[in-house]
């Protein structure tokens, strides 16, 4: 008789975004003439940069030639012009990364997801709260055991290490989805000063790392001493660049970060990786890669920043209103996230539905990100701008 992972079975029911999709098609159902601006999936709207379409349409076209046609790439790892321009992008602004340590991939979420398969499933998995729910449900399907590390308005949403708690794996994300802070140098210099102290691993998450505007907060892990004894970083072009119907990210493993096995022998995770992958993972197609290229290219990092400025300032709006409100927030200056306190002491999916119901706007509730993010709200800056304009004309209307 077939046996089924029952470590599904402890899970929730409902991911939530599939929560958040039931709830609005029944109100759309039962009032089809709303007009629902749609803030909470974090989706973007604006273009690709056109020097990422050309690429791509020059590199279909070589595969449509018998002598620039290309089929797998050999190392599985990503073709190399893509893995320099990679790295020469992470040294530009003082992160210590080689060509050869970066990892081509579909976009950051699957490695997120896919980097438990390196790790025993008797590791002690440390998370953030709240937190992307990709980090805690993929290690909940293999049974690891989950702890977490509170972040709280208390402390600005940004969790800081406790010594006096043994963890083997962590995850951080910053800039942080869904609260929108970032840590500071000095935060990840502990939070990479503990990791070594207990021989741990980081997986830091910095889908995100293109919306830092303070030039004294850091982008990458990799910014941080001793971080390459301890981190393993992953990115994405999803949101800085307008990949996510085309993905593409990267992984960053440095070459001198071991572990042990069980008979004492010193570890490569990256050649772990390489293996995991080489099993599983077919590559990012010749297009795309060509495409992404592109995006790293002076033309390239000028039109990408055309669109964050945009985003950017939909965020200004967004925090604006809440200024103006007197509403509790974080996120916004440095992120395309808002993350907001809901009005009234009311919880998060109470909020959801008034603000749905009432002004006929959908966001994010908090509690789906953990248990610290009971009574707090997520609203993203990917919209259109005149959109953003009406939905926070909306939002200023509500009565609390």
Known sequence: MVK??????KMQKNYLFIEIAKRVTAFSQAHPEADIIRMGIGDVTMP???VA???MKKAADELGVKETFRGYEDSGAGYDFLREAVAGYYQSFGADVKADEVRINDGAKSDCGNIVDI???GNTILIT??????YVDTNLMSGRKVIYADSNEQNGFAAMPDESVDADIIYLCSPNNPTGSVYTKDQLKAWVDYAVKRGSVIIFDAAYEAFVSEEDLPRSIFQIEGARKCAIEMCSLSKTAGFTGVRCGYTVIPSELTVKASDGSEVSLAQLWNRREGSKFNGVSYP????AEAIFTPEGQEQIRVNIDYYRENAKIISSTLDEMGIYYTGGK????IWL?????MGSWEFFDKLLSEANVVGTPGAGFGKNGEGFFRLTAFGDRERTKEAMERFKALKF
């Open 288 to 291: 795309v890669q060509r495409a």
């Open 129 to 134: 709260d709240p937190a992307y729910p990709v």
């Open 4 to 9: 089924i992972n029952e470590n599904f079975l």
């Open 341 to 345: 306190k809901c009005p009234g002491g």
């Open 119 to 121: 790790f025993g499933d």
């Open 334 to 337: 440095n992120s395309p996230y």
């Open 53 to 55: 379409v050309e690429a």
């Open 48 to 50: 690709i940069a056109p």
